[in-house]
């Protein structure tokens, strides 16, 4: 297939690039800045109409990753948050539609907001908790009337907490990276809450895998895209520790408004169409861990 990615040069993108690149596609990647892996790129802005339509031209598939991913930056940047993640997602619609192109939505674990019952399925209430969980949900609304009106292919794939090699530093960056920064440095790390808040991460090449997965499958709707497994905050600290061997000690600060409490995927749904993680939290941070150059 010839398939655009929108945000190829993220952190994400990258690992779906390189998985799509594996499976013989061709690819395209739309992003605001040249991709770290060689392939056709346009710079461009998912908010401007024109250049979608443009790139999207002759595509099979749009892979729709493109979006302000951190809770605290769309906490800060609402507006801006509101016209990347809905107006862009709007326009990626739009562009399909012409097109007839499938499209893969990169949705998120914040729709759900704090979980009612643990594991979260796909049928659990969404009721987001903060600006980017919002934002996230409206565009999977979109895709799903599109889906209505027009007959749109659409898969919603609802990552969990994603890492691996490549994560994107920053004041924005998540806390896996976050916590290597500071080993690095010497600095205690500093944990939001009592750190008995969980997350269920999942390693980047296997969320790679699953994009690439519901590309080439016939499945349409929601999935969860996780491990079906949960960890401490406390204790990705403490692992971290163990598999650097530097304990740099530990601080705390308030929560973080919006911040859920416990977190797990329950990924029977995807597993149905073949897709298993692949990659553990252990070995997943040892790989993250030798990237970071610790």
């Known amino acids: 297939m010839r398939v655009l990615v929108t945000g190829g040069s993220g952190f994400i993108?990258?690992?779906?690039?390189?998985?799509?690149?594996?499976?013989?596609?061709?690819?395209?990647?739309?992003?605001?800045?040249?991709?770290s892996i060689t392939v056709p790129f346009v710079i461009g802005d998912v908010r401007d109409p024109e250049t979608l339509r443009n790139v999207a031209e002759g595509?099979?598939?749009?892979?729709?990753?493109?979006?302000?991913v951190s809770a605290v930056e769309a906490m800060e940047r609402p507006v801006d948050t509101f016209r990347t993640n809905v107006e862009g997602t709007l326009n990626v619609a739009e562009a399909a539609r012409r097109e007839g192109a499938k499209v893969i939505y990169a949705s998120s674990v914040a729709v759900y907001g704090e979980p009612k019952v643990l594991p979260v399925s796909e049928d659990h209430p969404v009721h987001p908790t903060n600006v980017y969980g919002s934002t996230k949900l409206a565009g999977e609304s979109l895709l799903l009337g599109y889906s209505g009106s027009y007959g749109l292919p659409?898969?919603?794939?609802?990552?969990?907490?994603?890492?691996?090699?490549?994560?994107?530093?920053?004041?924005?960056a998540g806390v896996i990276y976050r916590f290597l920064e500071r080993i690095r440095d010497g600095k205690p790390l500093r944990i939001e809450g009592?750190?008995?808040?969980?997350?269920?991460?999942?390693?980047?090449?296997?969320?790679?895998?699953?994009?690439?997965?519901?590309?080439?499958?016939?499945?349409?709707?929601?999935?969860?895209?996780?491990?079906?497994?949960?960890?401490?905050?406390?204790?990705?600290?403490?692992?971290?520790?163990?598999?650097?061997?530097?304990?740099?000690?530990?601080?705390?600060?308030?929560?973080?408004?919006?911040?859920?409490?416990?977190?797990?995927?329950?990924?029977?749904?995807?597993?149905?169409?073949?897709?298993?993680?692949?990659?553990?939290?252990?070995?997943?941070?040892?790989?993250?861990?030798?990237?970071?150059?610790?």
């Open 13 to 35: 993108g990258r690992s779906v690039l390189e998985e799509l690149l594996i499976r013989g596609h061709e690819v395209v990647s739309l992003d605001l800045v040249e991709p």
């Open 59 to 68: 595509v099979d598939a749009i892979v729709h990753l493109a979006a302000i």
């Open 154 to 172: 659409v898969t919603s794939l609802r990552f969990f907490n994603v890492y691996g090699p490549h994560m994107k530093p920053g004041p924005y």
């Open 194 to 294: 009592d750190g008995r808040q969980t997350r269920d991460f999942v390693y980047v090449g296997d969320v790679a895998r699953a994009v690439v997965l519901a590309l080439e499958s016939d499945a349409t709707g929601v999935y969860n895209v996780g491990t079906g497994r949960e960890i401490s905050i406390l204790d990705l600290a403490r692992l971290l520790f163990d598999l650097t061997g530097r304990d740099t000690g530990l601080e705390f600060a308030p929560p973080r408004p919006g911040d859920i409490r416990r977190s797990r995927a329950d990924i029977s749904k995807i597993r149905g169409l073949g897709w298993e993680p692949s990659i553990d939290l252990e070995r997943g941070l040892r790989r993250t861990i030798e990237w970071f150059g610790l």
